[in-house]
């Protein structure tokens, strides 16, 4: 089951790396057009204003993973050992229920939208439900890799400040 997991965020990441390439290659595209006095598709620009959604969905749970999130460590490089680790695990915990409360609307939003039969009609007729879904899938990986901070041997924060890569 964990070998499973590690493949799902991984195969996440993956996917939101070749939405990346997807967009450049879309974006070149659709100026190239352009400058030749063509009218780029206009499913050109919709895929890639859904890349960045999906790309920003599917990455997250792997940059909490790594993480490769943004977080600062002014305060908790001032603290000594054990205040740090209790405020790395609070903020962890507050990380997990906003991604929890995010999960839950979101799949409220995905629900509501199968529902009703919501479409997004820009270029063509996309159900909504279709967008809708990354974010329940999203946040809720995102909570269980912020609980992984809060009851595991790991902390998020590492008490020392600076650029660590």
């Known amino acids: 089951m964990r070998k499973a997991y590690g493949w799902l965020l ?40 859904y890349g960045l ?10 940059l909490v993973r790594e993480k490769g999130h943004v977080h600062i460590e002014l305060v908790t490089s001032a603290l000594p050992e054990g205040p740090r680790r209790l405020l790395s695990r609070a ?17 409220d939003l995905l629900l509501t939208n199968i529902e009703r039969g919501d479409y997004d009609t820009r270029a063509y007729y996309f159900p909504r439900w ?7 899938l999203s946040f809720g990986l995102m909570a ?9 041997d790991d902390l998020m924060h590492t008490g020392e400040p600076g650029i660590h890569e």
């Open 10 to 49: 991984y195969g996440m990441a993956v996917l939101a790396g070749a939405l990346l390439v997807w967009m450049m290659i879309s974006v070149i595209v659709s100026v190239l057009m352009r400058n030749a006095g063509l009218q780029p598709f206009a499913w050109l620009f919709t895929s890639a204003e």
């Open 144 to 152: 269980i890799e912020f609980s992984r901070f809060v009851f595991g």
């Open 91 to 107: 903020v962890a915990l507050a990380c997990v229920a906003v991604c929890a409360i995010l999960a839950w609307k979101g799949t």
């Open 130 to 136: 279709l967008l809708t879904i990354a974010f329940p």
């Open 53 to 62: 959604l999906y790309m920003t969905m599917l990455g997250a749970p792997w």
